[in-house]
């Protein structure tokens, strides 16, 4: 089975960072691209950024251009996200998610998903 696990999160300081990053404990799987999604409090999960596994193409949603970083690690089967520059509106409860047939902002494309981590930025 496969297991995404997430690790990284934690409290910070509006204008900090965090590393996110993201490993298979489990099945390995045939990833095509690999996402991240965020949920905070009450609110819809959205869509962070995405990247395809072999070639390395990212997308990152607008909010966070700038100031996110989607990148893997294809040896170490890691992947990552840099979070500069954090706000308070970015706390919530990160996701990893695998995907492996699609390259998409859509969460329903992706089939394997993490438990999260959680992300707190104080103002």
């Known amino acids: 089975q496969v297991q995404l696990v997430e690790s990284g999160g934690g409290l910070v300081q509006a204008g900090g960072s965090l590393r996110l990053s993201c490993t298979n404990s489990?099945?390995?799987?045939?990833?095509?691209?690999m996402g991240w999604f965020r949920q905070a409090a009450g609110k819809e999960r959205e869509f962070v950024a995405a990247i395809t596994w072999s070639a390395g193409n990212t997308y990152h949603t607008n909010s966070v251009k700038g100031r996110f970083t989607i990148s893997r690690d294809v040896a170490n089967n890691t992947l990552y996200l840099q979070m500069n520059n954090l706000k308070p509106e970015d706390t919530a409860i990160y996701y990893c998610?695998?995907?492996?047939?699609?390259?998409?902002?859509?969460?329903?494309?992706?089939?394997?998903w993490g438990r999260g981590t959680q992300v707190t930025v104080s103002a």
């Open positions: 998610a695998g995907s492996v047939h699609k390259y998409s902002g859509d969460g329903d494309a992706y089939d394997y």
């Open positions: 489990g099945r390995t799987f045939n990833s095509y691209a």
